[in-house]
């Protein structure tokens, strides 16, 4: 498996503390940067322009005000940085929530590692689009 520039740095928005460990220790092993972690849409927003992260790892359900798909559509049209969605909500759900054109990839819970390395290299890659966003699950295995 060829692994994304090592140089690269990750920003992960997550609300459950293990969760968020164990994305930082997948990005960790990569040789991957992580310039934060956080719990909360408005936070993230504000890392993102101090952090300029290359990629955004997003939980799309957050605790506060901004959720995640909120926070990463900010992000993009703030920063042009890309993020990535995670959830274990159902993928229609998620995909009504997008608005066009930040059709970000979503990576569905449980996931594992070559999953995880498809949807973070399709991320990076992002571009606004007027269509539909990807998903990886284990179910595309």
């Known amino acids: ?3 994304p520039d090592s140089s690269l740095k990750v920003l992960i928005v997550e609300d459950e503390a293990i ?3 164990e994305l930082e220790d997948r990005f960790l092993a990569l040789g991957w940067q992580s310039v934060g972690i956080t719990p909360r849409g408005e936070e993230a927003i504000r890392l993102a322009g101090v952090k300029k992260p290359n990629l955004v790892i997003m939980d799309v359900n957050l605790k506060g005000e901004v959720n995640g798909i909120e926070a990463a559509e900010a992000i993009y049209r ?4 890309p993020s990535l969605y995670i959830t274990a909500s159902p993928l229609a759900e998620v995909k009504r929530r997008m608005t ?5 990839p979503v990576l569905i819970k449980p996931f594992d590692d070559g999953i995880f390395f498809k949807a973070v290299t399709q991320a990076l890659h992002f571009s606004p689009q007027p269509g539909s966003s990807s998903s990886f699950s284990r179910e595309e295995d």
Do not use: D, K, R, T
């Open 1 to 3: 498996m060829n692994h």
């Open 78 to 81: 703030q920063h042009s940085i």
């Open 100 to 104: 066009a054109p930040y059709f970000f």
């Open 19 to 21: 969760v968020a460990l």
